[in-house]
């Protein structure tokens, strides 16, 4: 009876598991990382989909490493990119002289884009990977320490 009572516990811990994360899949943004850090400090794939207003998902990464000063990488929404100086609460414009990224519109040919910047000791690269749906679009994006001496 014991052995029975402890299955079913395990079952329903399992579905309650399931069900959580299913819903986690149905956010509109997503991000899942895919890195052991041993190259890059972010790595991963970001998906920005439209929601319910028309409007596209946007991602704020608040980047705080040792060696660097903190800052802001913005995904989305749709195909835009962001870097800031600085970590902060309000919302920042992308088209504002404030963002390091330039252009931080990726022009999207053919269904094929791609950009790297290398930016204030950041090297950001983004590769369009279509989208598992049609209202989304998914991006790689790898984020790691600018190789180049000058930022």
Not at 40 to 66: F, H, I, K, T
Request: hydrophobic content about 40%.
């Amino acid at each position: 009876m014991m052995r029975q009572e402890a299955s079913w516990q395990r079952i329903a811990v399992f579905t309650v598991a399931a069900c959580l994360g299913t819903a986690t899949l149905g956010h509109a943004q997503l991000f899942r990382p895919f890195t052991d850090r041993s190259r890059a400090m972010l790595e991963g794939n970001w998906q920005s989909c439209r929601e319910a207003d028309g409007q596209y998902a946007e991602r704020v990464y608040d980047g705080r490493w040792p060696g660097m000063q903190p800052f802001e990488l913005h995904m989305g929404p749709y195909h835009e990119f962001a870097l800031f100086r600085g970590v902060q609460d309000e919302h920042r414009m992308h088209n504002s002289a404030e963002n390091l990224l330039h252009p931080f519109t990726v022009e999207v040919v053919g269904n094929n884009a791609k950009h790297v910047w290398d930016v204030n000791g950041i090297h950001l690269e983004v590769v369009l990977a279509g989208g598992s749906r049609e209202d989304c679009e998914s991006w790689f994006v790898t984020l790691s320490r600018s190789k180049l001496s000058s930022h």
